[in-house]
């Protein structure tokens, strides 16, 4: 059983564009909210992060949407470079628990 | 120092052999992780350590042997392995923040 839904599973945009990753969870335990970028043969890395009491984050060109009533939460990349070409997880964990919930993962390539 | 250092970074073993993995961060972390991670997957957790006692298996082969000698140091003792077993294997640690999930490089397991 996924706790996390993911999509797309890979994504091909253009460099200057917007690269939007969405998910979706069912556990309303779940509080906090992070994205992993992965590039290969290297650990996941936190990227950016969210707390359900907010809406939005906002970390460069990085920014998480938050939707608590439709329980669901995405990444956008603005203007998208070659560099973030990577795969990107999102994950989710409840306060008290010991487990980090994972997607299923997006491979972004973005094209010169 | 705010990484997790894993070693070996790559390891191919017969299906007989005993190897082990080491995994190590001086960031002051309790809890400890072992994740699977599968080619174009997401990682797939293992065990974990909080306070240096076992708090999660998750009905992984007896195959693999965690162990976590003190407060810094995880490995991940490795017998009788199949090919299937070929893997990412990583290691990560956390605070008590749940910001503060750092995971290391991984070791690249080929089981021959």
């Known amino acids: 059983q996924q706790q996390v839904k993911q999509s797309p599973q890979s994504l091909i945009v253009q460099k200057g564009g917007i690269s939007i990753i969405n998910c979706a969870y069912e556990?309303?335990?779940?509080?906090?909210f992070p994205w992993y970028q992965q590039f290969p043969g290297k650990g996941p890395a936190l990227l950016i992060a969210?707390?359900?009491?907010?809406s939005e984050k906002k970390e460069g060109r990085f920014t998480i949407s938050f939707n608590k009533s439709a329980k669901q939460f995405s990444l956008h990349i603005m203007d998208s470079q070659p560099g973030d070409s990577a795969t990107y997880f999102c994950a989710a964990r409840s306060t008290g628990a010991n487990n980090l919930f994972f997607g299923t993962g997006t491979r972004l390539t973005v094209i010169p | 120092d705010t990484e997790v250092t894993q070693t070996p970074k790559h390891l191919v073993m017969g299906m007989t052999n005993k190897k082990s993995l080491k995994c190590e961060q001086h960031m002051g972390h309790r809890a400890m992780y072992w994740y699977k991670q599968k080619a174009k997957k997401p990682p797939e957790l293992m065990f974990v350590?909080?306070?240096?006692?076992?708090?999660i298996n998750e009905s992984v082969p007896s195959r693999f042997s965690p162990e976590c000698p003190n407060s810094s140091l995880l490995n991940l003792h490795l017998h009788a392995l199949q090919p299937e077993d070929s893997a990412l294997y990583l290691c990560?640690?956390?605070?008590?923040?749940?910001?503060?999930?750092?995971f290391g490089s991984g070791t690249r397991l080929t089981v021959v």
């Open positions: 969210i707390r359900p009491d907010v």
């Open positions: 556990n309303t335990a779940f509080d906090y």
């Open positions: 990560a640690s956390r605070g008590t923040a749940p910001e503060g999930y750092t």
């Open positions: 350590y909080s306070y240096e006692k076992l708090s």
